[in-house]
Every structure is written in C-alpha cells, then in structure tokens.
C-alpha cells in the first residue's frame, strides 16, 4: 500500500488542523492505520491509531481529547482531526498502514509501537505558532 499525507500547515496556538492520509491498493481495510510525528530533534512518537473498521481508537496522552482518528474505507482515507492545536505540537505527521494481528495487537500496546507499521507516507509538516 502506498500512503501519502496533506493537509499540514501553519496555524496558531488553539487553532484547528485535519491531516488525510490517502491510500492506494484494495486492501485499504484490512490496514490498521496510525498516525506518527516528529519534532526537531526528537524521536518519532506515536500520536493516533484507529483500526480496520474505524470502531476502536487509540491515542497518545499528550492528544487525547484534541484529536480524533477516523477512517473512510470508501475513500481509502484516514483522517486525523487536530484541535485546540499547542506549539509542542509543531512536527513533521507521518501516516502509516500496519497489519493486525488480532485483538491482542491492539490491546496488547503493538499498535503503538513504528516497528509494527510497514508502510509510511512521506510527512507532512505541521507548525503551531504561539
């Protein structure tokens, strides 16, 4: 599956930004999909992850209640909603596509781990002015 991220820009401290992420193949459903960012000099952290039919969510601490992941398997789209938007926030997002193993993956903390997700989208840059 080939992904590629927009939707990324320039927008100030409690602001509101939607990243998509548009995926190739016909396989699009059978992906969990997440979302990554990286800041400057930081490791890539997870942010987001939502599974194949969009009915569980997961989120990091520092988003929980700001964003929301969504998926349209239509589309073969996955969505990430960002609001009250704060400057640590600033990063480059990265989308990516991981198959599941059961139940166990998400529950059990795999689908936050990058070393699960085989396939990523080039970034794009988000970046929340104070």
């Known amino acids: 599956v080939q992904l590629q991220a927009s939707g990324g820009g320039l927008v100030q401290a409690g602001g509101s930004l939607r990243l998509s992420c548009a995926a190739s193949?016909?396989?699009?459903?059978?992906?969990?999909m997440g979302w990554f960012r990286q800041a400057p000099g930081k490791e890539r952290e997870f942010v987001a992850a939502?599974?194949?039919?969009?009915?569980?969510?997961y989120y990091a601490d520092s988003v929980k209640g700001r964003f929301t992941i969504s998926r349209d398997n239509a589309k073969n789209t996955v969505y990430l909603q960002m609001n009250s938007l704060k400057p640590e926030d600033t990063a480059l997002y990265y989308c990516?596509?991981?198959?599941?193993?059961?139940?166990?993956?998400?529950?059990?903390?795999?689908?936050?781990?990058?070393?699960?997700?085989?396939?990523w989208g080039q970034g794009t840059q988000v970046t929340v002015s104070s």
């Open positions: 939502v599974n194949w039919s969009g009915g569980s969510t």
């Open positions: 193949g016909r396989t699009f459903s059978s992906y969990a």
């Open positions: 990516a596509a991981a198959v599941p193993y059961g139940s166990a993956w998400y529950n059990g903390g795999r689908v936050r781990s990058e070393g699960e997700y085989g396939y």
